[in-house]
């Protein structure tokens, strides 16, 4: 295996120089040469205009499976403390669209215990099926039960596409279902369409810290399955619809779980809910201190904003961990994002960029941040943000 | 005991920046590094070598440059490191990795012959794919128990018990037998510095184990782009989307123009 | 030629950058106002060797005792960071720790290197007195046989970590006549009676560096720590000073580098005219005189390193590093002041500390003009 370059069509004009993430091509007397450091990531073919980049294949046969065996989409729920995560019915609307497009149906997935009284309120969310594993166990979350129960159901089903909150649960199934069932998965993805022509499903996914986006599909096998990260899709609106409902009593034997939960620490400290929250207000270095947060914190109070930061602010100390807003960080979608003092890295854009209106106050007229926001505000935020609450304030009362 | 810890040689992404003009990487001057959360592994895996009687053992699958990552580890104080390279590898998705990692770990205990037990222990996830998904992947084809984004791990002879961090105010404790595998999270220590005495061991006394496809015994269609399900369709820059309206005046007027336009959006 | 680096030199270059990043720099405002080395930094320099940098593992060092080169890129990066810390290891090992590793007896190595490899005890050398400057034959403090012991009456000033150093390289006039056949190198433990610390210098620049004044009532020490022959103290000073400079050079480098990137740094942020400063050629034209003078001083320095690993004579390639180093810092500082305007001049800005740092690389270890006349000396003595 290797990249080939036809050399009659190479004209040298490094595009795929630019394109190589690893700094594994360059120029050789104008012709496009690959190191030996290439990982083999493709990169460079689809940024090749000449067409002179291949992928050459070796001559090894792979098991080839019937991929048209493979039908529906599935998005498997998480929950905690019997609620149902979010990011579920968020991803229910998306697979929505999906199944329209392939024509088959939308089936939720659910591993719990005591969840009886309430399937007939989550078949309001556009799912044409529902399939509710019951056992008292699937109370809480065990790692190697969801592998277990989801890959027999997957098996038995042949689902062609699983969707899966990438949260710190379902990225800790997803991977381990995908090895068992030997099928390609692509974590965190923020995109998911559908190639009109093949009907893959084309995974997009930030990468290499944010800095870019990859479009991932998994052509020759089934199913295909993606963890998609909570706040990227909306929680479609409810409708009236026949659902079909399957619940299936599961007979776990002890030696079932090889892992015991000792016990759950909840850290009742005033919870931060970005993900959620409908204004924010989020500061970066540019805030300059602890201290001057107080400004934003007023500025919150008096929009009912949730407060975040940048990786910066909260590695200074400024913010509590749970308020970083970026690729390490939370992904959210407000309807009102104003972005105080933060030059806009990439990493802090890919977390806030779907929100609907971003406003940013920064002193550098060259910040990235202007790039991405509606409306900019170039000048000093200790000077814009108190005139800001009192106008604010004003058009509150006004109300 | 033995204690293996997967690492990852990957580019530098902090100091990575988008050219403006032509909205292409700058990559000039960005350096290959220690993935920074494998230092956490490490660190945890050094401390209870002190702790207890244990041999750590780093691995990674690179090109033979990521060498240079196995002698850092070295440094800081690593028994052993061993790197799978082969061209055959190259282009592997999670999948064909973690099969990899896999027999290169099997290979280690079966010609240590002892009957030891083992603890495998991950960074949560790289700088520059970000998937996560190596460590779980890696426990089911060695068939042991996993635990993810651990923050805090007590280990005994035959067990171990975890504080698995799964929401921001949420620790689950969980007790699971060894043979296990962990992945832990970024903050919970602070790694050590490999220090000059350490770099020079690293260098002078210490040698890097070389495994290939065919030491390993690798079926052929499980490793590199073969073994892969998944495949690169496109690499793209995030577009942006921006209104850009520079709002301009005295700063009375420019908040006076925000919240006019706030008001027509129907934000406010 | 090859100018490429070892694998090990690479990684003690990435290693040391990364350390003084998160342990020296955030303090290094803080102790030039203090005049002190940070103590957490102190013991964090403790735990990562770099007290033991040219000493070999045997006794307790790190092992760079064949690699200068190496030793130069430790003292680069340390001095990139702070270079008040730069001079303190460069002198610590260069011309205290090293001295003893290569001239000392096997018993003097057992008694003084652990300390100092380990960082317990910090070194110091000691020539310079009110009247013997760059007129380094003109020392006053007298050493008088007595017995199996030597009695030390004297004063010495201008000792680079003196006030906090554990132990002393002394040179002292063992004779009658001001004659450069009569001084013998000492090795004097701080703990010794009548050994006291007087004036503490306020300086220019390296202030996180202690300077003092020592002060030498019938310090008695015995024959054995002797440094090298009796009577061959001038010869022996001059060769400690001789290898002492190529950690000075190394240390100008790495002050010179800093003030480059901060240079460039800035020239890429500041924005005047409509424009980043650095797209003016005024601005162009100091860079790249800037970098061109940090590059020779690194070539200078690298070169010296390596003759003296080759076991050459390289005396006058380490007056020229010094001499090149010293004056490489001082332009890139100064450039660097101009280039940051008004901002230069405040205490928010690190390019003032490098300037104030800058000027004393010129000065101790030998002035210019002292580089200047050892080079020639040599020329004209040896030839071309």
């Known amino acids: 295996m290797s990249i080939k370059i036809d050399h009659e069509l190479c004209t040298g004009c490094a595009s795929c120089v630019e394109s190589c993430m690893y700094g594994a091509i360059e120029l050789n007397n104008n012709i496009a040469k690959v190191l030996p450091n290439c990982t083999l990531c493709g990169a460079c073919i689809e940024a090749c205009p000449e067409e002179a980049i291949s992928l050459e294949r070796g001559d090894i046969k792979t098991k080839k499976i019937d991929i048209s065996q493979y039908k529906g989409v599935w998005v498997i729920a998480e929950h905690y403390k019997n609620k149902i995560h979010n990011v579920a019915f968020q991803l229910l609307r998306k697979g929505r669209e999906l199944a329209d497009l392939l024509q088959v149906n939308l089936t939720l997935v659910i591993l719990g215990a005591n969840f009886d009284d309430k399937l007939e309120e989550f078949s309001q969310y556009g799912m044409d099926e529902i399939l509710y594993v019951r056992a008292p166990i699937l109370k809480d979350y065990y790692s190697d039960l969801y592998v277990k129960v989801i890959s027999e159901l997957v098996v038995q089903n042949n689902p062609e596409i699983i969707l899966i909150g990438a949260t710190p649960t379902g990225r800790d199934f997803a991977p381990r279902i995908a090895k068992r069932l030997n099928a390609g998965l692509t974590a965190d993805c923020t995109g998911l369409e559908i190639n009109p022509e093949t009907k893959n499903l084309l995974q997009t996914r930030p990468t290499y810290g944010g800095n870019i986006l990859a479009t991932i599909q998994t052509p020759s096998s089934r199913p295909q399955m993606a963890t ?166 004003k058009l509150k009362s006004e109300e | 005991m033995k204690i293996f810890v997967c690492t990852k040689q990957v580019p530098g992404i902090s100091e990575v920046k988008i050219d403006p003009k032509t909205n292409t990487l700058i990559r000039e001057g960005v350096e290959s590094i220690l993935n920074p959360n494998d230092r956490n592994a490490l660190e945890m895996a050094l401390v209870l070598k002190e702790e207890q009687k244990a041999e750590v053992i780093a691995l990674t699958m690179g090109p033979p440059q990521a060498e240079e990552i196995l002698r850092e580890a070295l440094a800081m104080g690593v028994d052993k490191v061993v790197l799978l390279s082969d061209r055959a590898f190259a282009g592997a998705d999670t999948l064909a990795t973690s099969y990899t990692l896999a027999l290169a770990i099997k290979k280690i205990l079966k010609e240590s012959d002892s009957e030891e037990n083992y603890l495998i222990i991950c960074g949560s996830q790289a700088v520059d794919g970000d998937t996560g998904q190596v460590p779980p992947e890696l426990a089911e084809e060695l068939g042991i128990p996993q635990i993810t984004y651990v923050q805090k791990l007590e280990l005994s002879e035959d067990k171990i018990v975890v504080e698995r961090k799964f929401r921001a105010t949420e620790i689950v404790v969980i007790e699971t037998k060894l043979p296990a595998l962990i992945s832990v999270l970024t903050d919970i220590n602070k790694p050590r510095f490999p220090t000059m005495m350490g770099i020079m061991k690293a260098y002078e006394n210490s040698n890097v184990i070389y495994f290939d496809s065919k030491n390993l015994n690798a079926d052929i269609s499980k490793i590199g782009l073969n073994g892969s399900m998944t495949e690169v369709k496109k690499i793209f820059f995030p577009e942006r989307n921006g209104k850009r309206i520079i709002l301009e005046g005295s700063p009375e007027e420019v908040v006076k123009k925000l919240c006019h336009h706030l008001q027509e959006d129907k934000i406010l | 030629m090859d100018f490429s680096l070892t694998e090990k030199q690479k990684m003690l270059r990435k290693i040391t950058r990364k350390f003084a990043e998160e342990y020296l720099v955030p303090v290094a405002k803080e102790s030039d106002e203090k005049q002190e080395l940070n103590k957490t930094a102190f013991k964090k320099m403790q735990e990562m060797n770099y007290f033991g940098a040219c000493l070999p593992v045997k006794y307790g060092g790190a092992g760079l005792e064949n690699d200068t080169i190496g030793f130069c890129i430790v003292i680069e990066e340390i001095s990139r960071a702070d270079a008040g810390w730069g001079i303190t290891i460069a002198v610590h090992n260069g011309v205290a720790a090293y001295p003893i590793y290569k001239y000392g007896t096997e018993e003097q190595k057992q008694t003084f290197l652990e300390d100092l490899a380990n960082g317990n005890k910090v070194g110091s050398f000691c020539l310079t007195e009110p009247n013997a400057g760059s007129d380094a034959a003109g020392v006053q403090l007298t050493a008088v046989k007595d017995g199996d012991e030597y009695i030390l009456n004297g004063t010495k000033i201008f000792s680079t970590s003196g006030g906090i150093a554990g132990t002393l390289l002394v040179v002292a006039k063992t004779g009658d006549k001001d004659s450069r056949r009569e001084m013998t190198v000492f090795i004097v433990d701080s703990k010794t009676p009548g050994y006291s610390v007087g004036v503490k210098e306020d300086k220019l620049g390296v202030r996180a560096s202690n300077t003092s004044e020592l002060v030498f009532e019938d310090v008695r020490v015995p024959q054995e720590n002797i440094l090298g022959q009796y009577g061959d103290g001038f010869k022996m000073a001059m060769r400690i000073l001789d290898f002492g400079r190529i950690g000075i050079a190394a240390q100008c480098l790495g002050l010179g580098q800093a003030a480059l990137e901060a240079s460039v740094k800035y020239s890429n942020e500041r924005v005047q005219f409509g424009k980043p400063i650095g797209r003016f050629q005024g601005i162009q034209w100091k860079l790249a005189d800037m970098a061109c003078a940090v590059e020779s001083a690194r070539l200078f320095t690298y070169k010296a390193a390596f003759i003296h690993d080759k076991g050459e004579d390289f005396g006058t390639a380490s007056s020229m590093a010094k001499l090149v180093a010293s004056e490489a810092a001082m332009q890139a500082a100064h450039d660097a002041v101009q280039i940051h305007g008004g901002y230069g001049l405040m205490k928010a800005y690190p390019v003032e500390r490098y300037f104030r740092d800058a000027k004393m690389g010129e000065i101790y270890e030998g002035t210019s003009e002292v580089q200047r006349m050892v080079i020639a000396g040599n020329l004209l003595r040896k030839g071309v």
């Open chain 1, 228 to 393: 998609v990260r909570p706040g990227i899709f909306k929680i479609p609106e409810k409708v009236q619809k026949d659902v079909k409902i399957r619940t299936i009593e599961y007979q776990f034997k002890e030696k079932d779980s090889v892992t015991k939960i000792v016990k759950v620490i909840s850290k009742t400290k005033n919870t931060v809910n970005l993900e959620d929250a409908k204004y924010i207000v989020a500061g970066g270095r540019g805030v300059g201190s602890k201290e001057n947060f107080k400004l934003l914190k007023d500025l919150a109070n008096v929009l009912g904003a949730e407060l975040g930061g940048s990786r910066i602010t909260i590695e200074l100390n400024w913010l509590d961990p749970d308020r970083q807003i970026g690729q390490t960080g939370k992904t959210v979608n407000p309807k009102l994002y104003i972005a105080c003092g933060i030059s806009g890295a990439i990493q802090h854009i890919v977390g806030m960029q779907n929100s609907d209106i971003i406003v940013a106050i920064n002193k550098d007229p060259n910040a990235p941040i202007f790039h991405w926001a509606h409306y900019g505000i170039i000048g000093d935020l200790n000077e814009i943000i108190p005139i800001l609450i009192q106008e604010f304030k």
